[in-house]
């Protein structure tokens, strides 16, 4: 199953190592290496799911 598919609603999810911030309704989101975040649990989503409460936790958005 595709790794963005499986999180639901969730917009935005970070990744806790680089802090880098990942746009998941983005079609040009890399599932590859969602995946791969998903598997060494480096995943992180946020409450509310918004771009602001992720910047609160230090998450920068990630530039194609």
Known sequence: MNPVARLGEHRWAGD??????FDLHDPGV???H???LV???RL??????TVAEA???GY????P
């Open 16 to 21: 806790k190592a680089t802090l880098q911030l």
């Open 30 to 32: 890399d599932a590859v």
């Open 34 to 36: 969602i995946a791969e």
């Open 39 to 41: 598997r060494t649990c």
């Open 44 to 49: 992180s989503t946020f409450a509310p799911d």
């Open 55 to 57: 910047r609160n936790r």
């Open 60 to 63: 920068s958005l990630r530039l």
